[in-house]
């Protein structure tokens, strides 16, 4: 079964404060009580003596007892729970307790013993009795015996003084075990209120309202970041949700104007408003390899935007790819009348050869599609310390500024119209980047509209 915060800490709390309290009551009962053992015993043998030096100043000269004064020690004593005994030198009684009065003295001896039993409920004491000499100036005089309740007593006022320690001992118990149960309850409150408010928005997360954050901070830490993870969940739930939806409502554009341009033809073929001409089948063909080229272009987003994308790693020269695709795009170049400078410098990288020849023919190609006739395109691999750098420099149309920071997205094309016709469905530098990134590399571009534009690619020359 599993139980609230509350009940937890608070539980907590009262177990901690439990032990201490049954600490601090063993610890005081051992070793507090044993001092005041002490001190009974020595409390007692201090009466003791002055009773007997009391009783010594009541001889006088002529050796005859103050009687008046001795009497009423013994009757003081007796009050402290003392049976006191007094004998001259030839052992004749002087004055005694128990013939005083003798059921004062028993109850006295009883009322010690429900004392010391009250207390101790097992306590065995017996009645003990003392003899101390009476002597004055060295000579004795006589004995006194002192008779009590052993081996040791607590009077009333002992008794008082040990029970108002253990109440002390207790309210202190019942205060703290109080205070634990409330700080229990203020700090769980302080800690779970916050999760609480974390458990909501992630339940309205998981229901799909991805536009739940929390606002309020926590001075717990922990609690802190559990909530900035909640809101960069949601904010990326969002995100993603966002690019799902501008996903399908582009791919469903880019398949409707082939589809619809197909469709108008043939029913104009059909309607015999046209005629089937070659031309005609032609552009029918290259409106089917449209749709096919973009799809395919799909299929490799999906596999380069994969974020465990795999990569196929061995050591190549760099140089080496870029020379041979030159090569390959020799005519197309030239059919444009477009000029490709390359300089190549052996520089070996170890990374995955299929997908960097992507790389450097999406962006050979993009120079080619945005250069217009006669332009110059430079290409330059540079060696920076643990990095190889390669520069994509054309002259072509340029990219304006609005149109810089989406050129990466999926989809999208600085200018729709013209790039239609070019072919390119806006994917190609999202494939790119996906692919350098998966090398822990960098990507950035610099344009200038109707000036030219150069692509910088940093990449780790090797990479884990
Ligand atoms: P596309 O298939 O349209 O070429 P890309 O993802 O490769 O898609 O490029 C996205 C957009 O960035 C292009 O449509 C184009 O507008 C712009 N672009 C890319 N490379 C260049 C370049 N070298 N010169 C000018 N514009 C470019």
């Known amino acids: 079964m599993s139980r609230g915060l509350r009940g937890k800490l608070s539980a907590s709390y009262i177990f901690v404060a439990l032990i201490c309290v049954i600490l601090i009551s063993i610890l005081a009962n051992k070793f507090l009580e044993k001092q005041f053992v002490n001190y009974v015993i020595q409390e007692h043998e201090r009466k003791n003596k002055e009773i007997v030096s009391a009783i010594t100043q009541q001889q006088y000269s002529d050796g005859k007892w103050n009687l ?21 030198i030839s ?5 005694d307790a128990n013939v005083y009065n003798n059921g004062k003295c028993e109850a006295v001896i009883s009322h010690m013993s429900r004392n010391m039993m009250t207390r101790y409920p097992n306590w065995s004491g017996k009645y003990i009795k003392n003899e101390y000499a009476l002597e004055n100036n060295s000579k004795k ?6 008779g009590y309740y052993g081996p040791y007593y607590y009077n009333d006022n002992d008794l008082a ?33 916050p999760i609480l408010k974390v458990i909501d928005t992630a339940e309205m997360i998981a229901k799909g309202d991805y536009s739940q954050r929390l606002n309020k901070k926590s001075d717990i830490k922990e609690i802190n970041t559990l909530m900035t993870t909640i809101n960069n969940l949601g904010q990326s739930l969002e995100e993603q949700e966002k690019l799902r939806k501008r996903l399908t409502r582009d791919i469903s554009h880019e398949l409707r104007t082939p589809l619809t341009t197909l469709q108008s033809h043939m029913e104009a073929l059909i309607d015999g408003v046209w005629e089937l001409t070659p031309e005609r089948i032609k552009s029918f063909h290259e409106e089917t390899m449209r749709l096919n080229r973009l799809i395919g272009d799909l299929e490799k987003l999906s596999t380069y935007e994969n974020k465990n994308i795999v990569l196929n790693k ?9 020379s041979n695709i030159i090569l390959n795009f020799e005519k197309d170049y030239m ?3 477009i000029a490709i400078t390359f300089n190549p410098k052996e520089v070996f990288i170890f990374a995955d050869k299929d997908k960097i020849s992507q790389v450097v023919i999406n962006l ?5 599609k945005y250069s217009l006739n006669g332009g110059r395109v430079k290409i330059e691999v540079k060696e920076e310390n643990a990095s190889v750098v390669i520069y994509f420099n054309d002259t072509g149309i340029g990219i304006s500024d609005e149109d810089i920071p989406y050129i990466f997205e999926r989809f999208y ?13 806006g994917i190609g530098l999202t494939i790119t980047k996906s692919i350098i990134e998966a090398h822990k590399g960098k990507i950035s571009v610099q344009s200038k509209l109707n000036e030219g534009t150069e692509f910088m690619i940093i990449l780790p020359k090797i990479n884990n």
């Open 91 to 95: 052992g004749k009684i002087v004055w």
């Open 141 to 146: 005089i006589g004995v006194v015996d002192i």
């Open 68 to 88: 008046d004064v001795i009497e009423s020690i013994g009757v003081d004593a007796l009050e402290n729970g003392l049976i006191i005994s007094v004998k001259d």
């Open 413 to 425: 094309r600085a200018d729709k119209s013209r790039n239609r016709s070019t072919g390119g469905a």
């Open 335 to 337: 059919d444009k009348n």
């Open 161 to 193: 003084y040990l029970n108002t320690l253990n109440k002390i001992l207790i309210s202190v118990g019942i205060i703290s075990l109080c205070f634990a149960l409330l700080i229990g309850i203020l700090m769980s409150e302080r800690i779970s209120r």
């Open 314 to 322: 061995s050591i190549f020269n760099i140089s080496e790819i870029i």
């Open 364 to 368: 050979m190609s993009n120079a080619l």
